[in-house]
């Protein structure tokens, strides 16, 4: 008999960025506190005899084995040898692809976890964190807790306490950026200023989010905004209609405006001249607020 998982999984900004220094590997070293907020895709993980199947309601994105999905679930057959063990995934999707929300990895990790139960693997989080490196350096993150502070290639986390909740207004320019795009046109400063985590930290754990909002920093910023100057429109506008803190999400091209308060962040979203697409979420403080206890009661 067929067995279903349903699911969502959310979408994550980072509130701070320090890109350190490049490695040997190609990869940078880096700084960054990750949140996650309350934009979803919707999973569906249904068993089956054999095989991996992805069915997805967005035109344009992949369904084959390239989908970060097909990869978590091949990976996990792999690392567990249960290859007799199938699943057709169905993927609705809210969170724009190539908007720096971490909306592929977020569904990676999702499928990791979700399998985990659906095929009754038993691994503990720190082992699904691990596998999860395998195929992202965000993806840990969604495994791991709802903040995060990620160094190493973003893939090692120190889980951060909630913040009491606060709004997040995601503005999508309606165009994706290529994360690699923006790492090789990197110019990196010999000069650093100077680092930010420890305030932020501070910040967060008084829940202030007026003094967060005045600390908010992506190096990854300038490259962008000089190759898509709307980017820096977005901000001008957030920054007039009262937004606390703007900043670009990862390598982009989603920027997003903090807010300490529900209707500040309602009337802001409304105001916004621009077609933009945008939408007013909220910090999430626990995996209870989007994981069913089957998966979340899970190891
Ligand atoms: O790990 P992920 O697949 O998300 O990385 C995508 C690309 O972003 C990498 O191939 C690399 O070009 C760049 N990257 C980086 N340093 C990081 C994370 C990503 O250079 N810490």
New binding site residues.
């Given amino acids: 008999m067929s067995m279903k998982l349903k699911f969502r999984t959310p979408a994550k900004v980072n509130l701070t960025l320090n890109i350190l220094r490049k490695r040997e590997d190609?990869?940078?070293e880096?700084e960054t506190i990750l949140q996650m907020v309350s934009l979803y895709d919707e999973l569906e993980l249904e068993s089956l005899p054999l095989g991996i199947e992805l069915e997805c309601d967005t035109p344009g994105i992949p369904t084959d084995e390239t989908n970060l999905a097909c990869k978590a679930a091949l990976l996990l057959q792999e690392t567990c040898r249960v290859e007799d063990r199938g699943v057709r995934i169905r993927l609705k999707k809210n969170i724009p692809f190539g908007a720096g929300l971490g909306g592929g990895s977020g569904n990676a990790a999702g499928v990791l976890m979700g399998l985990n139960r659906l095929w009754n693997l038993n691994m503990s989080r720190e082992k699904l964190a691990i596998l999860a490196a395998e195929l992202?350096?965000?993806v840990p993150f969604f495994v791991t807790s709802p903040c995060a502070l990620g160094v190493g290639?973003?893939e090692q986390l120190e889980v951060l306490a909630p913040c009491s909740k606060f709004q997040v207004l995601l503005v999508f320019p309606g165009f994706p950026i290529a994360?690699?795009w923006v790492?090789q046109n990197l110019k990196l400063k010999l000069t650093k200023r100077e680092n930010n985590i420890s305030i932020l930290r501070k910040f967060l754990s008084l829940s202030d989010i007026a003094s967060l909002g005045s600390q908010l920093h992506n190096d990854l910023e300038p490259v962008v905004i000089q190759r898509f100057p709307e980017i820096q429109i977005i901000k001008d506008e957030l920054q007039a209609r009262g937004a606390l803190g703007v900043l670009l999400s990862g390598s982009g091209s989603t920027v997003f405006g903090i807010f300490n308060d529900p209707e500040k962040a309602r009337v802001a979203c409304a105001g916004l001249n621009g077609e933009w697409e945008r939408v007013v979420t909220e910090t999430i403080g626990s995996f209870s607020e989007f994981l069913p206890g089957e998966i979340l009661n899970y190891q």
Avoid: A, K, M, V
């Fill in positions: 190609g990869f940078h880096l992202g350096s965000d290639r973003g994360t690699p790492y």
